[in-house]
């Protein structure tokens, strides 16, 4: 069942962050619950009462102190920002990341926000995520390092105002 975040979720979410922090950035219970006030869409996947993926996206103007957020309020007037998408171990390649993007794809074409935008670490390297992205139809925009040069992120946009986007196609229905 794909649905809102409560703060019943936050333990599971919590977990779930801290099983992939090795390319996301950390959260505690503060941070989480400020971030869930500031988002623009925070949705679980749950099957069988367990969380099995979470996504966490933010619009222009959000109150978030994150380098990659701010490289694209300095780009850009208007976007989604998908400040992370967490699908767990036993539930990847089963859909979950695209069924999250779509919904990132909805409030896009409802809201008329012209991009969505996103960051992956390519310095030590994701390939997993960079494949996931490239194949929805993200393109890299800029790069820039972080914790003293010892990371590199690349920058991604997807054009929704484009409407040839590979998730532009799927079925919303």
Known sequence: MLRDVTSADFPAILALNEAFVSVLSPLDDA??????????????????????????VFREGA????????????????????????VAGGTQARGAGT????????????DGVPLITCEFDIEPPNPA?????????????????LDGGRKTVSLQALDVAAGNTPLGKLDFG
Not at 31 to 51: K, P, S
Not at 99 to 110: N, S
Not at 129 to 145: I, K, T
């Open 99 to 110: 069924r999250l993007y779509r919904e990132v794809y909805a409030l896009a074409l409802r």
């Open 129 to 145: 995520s960079e494949r996931f992205h490239a194949r929805l139809g993200f393109r890299e925009v800029g790069r820039q390092q």
């Open 63 to 86: 109150d978030y102190d994150s380098p990659n957020y701010r490289w694209f309020m300095q780009h850009h007037a208007r976007f989604l920002y998908v400040d992370r998408i967490v």
């Open 31 to 56: 941070r989480l619950a400020h971030l869930h006030a500031q988002a623009a869409l925070h949705r679980v996947i749950e099957r069988a009462g367990r969380i099995e993926a979470f996504l966490l």
